[in-house]
T-cell receptor, first 115, second 109 residues
Framework: IAGITQAPTSQILAAGRRMTLRCTQD?????MYWYRQDLGLGLRLIHY???????GKGEVPDGYSVSRANTDDFPLTLASAVPSQTSVYFC??????????????FGPGTRLTVL | GQNIDQPTEMTATEGAIVQINCTYQ??????LFWYQQHAGEAPTFLSY??LDGLEEKGRFSSFLSRSKGYSYLLLKELQMKDSASYLC??????????WGAGTKLIIKP
């Protein structure tokens, strides 16, 4: 593994189903993030984690949950998917530490369609 | 509220120069990022500015004016591979990135 991986690459899901999007990084970054990207809108932060064992809510957290059991993995769970959660989901990571030069590096994304 | 504004779409000619503008309003400010995103791919880091002035990196340069809440990305000697969306993002006082919707740059031969 080099960088950040996400799985699955794409998924079609029936409304009401539970779904977990996986994200793994091998850069030993402290901070990790989940964004959604919709046409015409900027990246919107769903949840973040500044370090293993801690998580925080972003701009659009409703309907999503995350966990950070270790440094490398940051799964995003949709407990009961709804059509408005159709989007492209990006996981990102950064060194963290609250410094300005803290560049975020992105995974390849998961394209999710909820019908 | 916090807000990032940038043009939705721009068109330029191969070999030319293009400037993509970005204005921001954030609660506190800890720097301005530019990312490039090709269609169907992830955003990739281009530049970071925290002090006023111009940062040059090859064909790409980024400028920041903190007093005006303004930044621009300058692309010189445009190549077809520069066709992409360019995302402006400002780091607020909580070190959270506030993202613009992106500027789609179309390069014509």
């Amino acid at each position: 593994i080099a960088g950040i991986t996400q799985a699955p690459t794409s998924q079609i899901l029936a409304a009401g189903r539970r779904m977990t999007l996986r994200c793994t990084q091998d850069m030993r970054h402290n901070a990790m993030y989940w964004y959604r990207q919709d046409l015409g809108l900027g990246l919107r932060l769903i949840h973040y984690s500044n370090t293993a064992g801690t998580t925080g809510k972003g701009e659009v957290p409703d309907g999503y949950s995350v966990s950070r059991a270790n440094t490398d993995d940051f799964p995003l769970t949709l407990a009961s998917a709804v059509p408005s959660q159709t989007s492209v989901y990006f996981c990102a990571s950064s060194q963290g530490g609250g410094i300005g030069t803290d560049t975020q590096y992105f995974g390849p994304g998961t394209r999710l369609t909820v019908l | 509220g916090q807000n990032i504004d940038q043009p939705t779409e721009m068109t330029a000619t191969e070999g030319a120069i293009v400037q993509i503008n970005c204005t921001y309003q954030t609660s506190g400010f800890n720097g301005l990022f530019w990312y490039q995103q090709h269609a169907g791919e992830a955003p990739t880091f281009l530049s970071y500015n925290v002090l006023d002035g111009l940062e040059e990196k090859g064909r790409f340069s980024s400028f920041l004016s903190r007093s005006k809440g303004y930044s621009y990305l300058l692309l010189k000697e445009l190549q077809m591979k520069d066709s992409a969306s360019y995302l402006c993002a400002a780091l607020d006082s909580n070190y959270q990135l506030i993202w613009g919707a992106g500027t789609k740059l179309i390069i014509k031969p």
